[in-house]
């Protein structure tokens, strides 16, 4: 069975410092990895996604195959960063991570 | 293009309703997935649709069903409600497989169970 796993529920970091939010998960195959992200008052809609290699928004995310793990990192956090973040790996794109709530402290 | 639309945005309801909520996806998306949004629970997934035909579906009781037109557009339906089923719903459309497109959601119907 699938699993993901986002083992924070809340990330509170300063402005400008580095951030990380992890995601784990567990699949037979090669996953097709996305995360998509949650503005306050805002749709949830897609961040970037492990096949296009894209930065979006100063983000990235580098898939781990030995330690199945797809984290997604920001060198320098700003506070419009400041919402609910899903890892989403698996063939179908359907199983979604618990989120983390991340607060960029100004 | 339009956005995936919802309606009705809010609902309220007592123990032991049934409800129905309808998506209309984009145009020329023919895959509509609903999820389940809870603080304690994130996103869980429901079921999916392409064609009319539900091709995935999650690990819901069978209470929650759905179904899609020919037009591609979707509802579900909760019977029985029980208060553990107040939620925010979500659901999203992709042109063809959520496992290679892009989902985009749609604003949600947020439903209340008294």
């Known amino acids: 069975a699938q699993r993901v796993t986002q083992p924070e529920k809340l990330l509170s970091v300063f402005k400008g410092a580095p951030v990380e939010l992890k995601c784990n998960y567990s699949y037979s195959g090669s996953p097709e990895l996305f995360w998509y992200v949650q503005y306050s008052r805002q749709r949830l809609q897609l961040l970037l996604r492990h096949i296009s290699r894209e930065s979006i928004k100063g983000f990235t995310a580098d898939l781990n195959k030995g330690e199945t793990s797809f984290h997604l990192k920001k060198p320098f956090a700003q506070e419009e960063d400041s919402a609910m973040y899903y890892c989403?790996?698996?063939?179908?794109?359907?199983?979604f991570g618990t989120g983390t709530r991340l607060t960029v402290i100004p | 293009k339009a956005g995936v639309t919802q309606t009705p945005r809010y609902l309220i309801k007592t123990r032991g309703q049934q409800v129905t909520l309808s998506c209309s996806p984009i145009s020329g998306h023919r895959s509509v997935s609903w999820y389940q949004q809870t603080p304690g629970q994130g996103l869980q997934f429901l079921f999916e649709y392409f064609s009319e035909t539900q091709r995935n579906k999650g690990n819901f009781p069978g209470r929650f069903s759905g179904r899609q037109f020919s037009n591609s557009r979707s509802e579900m339906n909760v019977s029985t409600l029980e208060l553990g089923d107040s939620a925010l719903y979500l659901c999203a459309s992709c042109p063809d497989s959520p496992g290679t497109d892009t989902q985009y959601f749609g604003p949600g119907t947020r439903l209340t169970v008294l």
């Open positions: 989403c790996p698996g063939a179908n794109n359907l199983f």
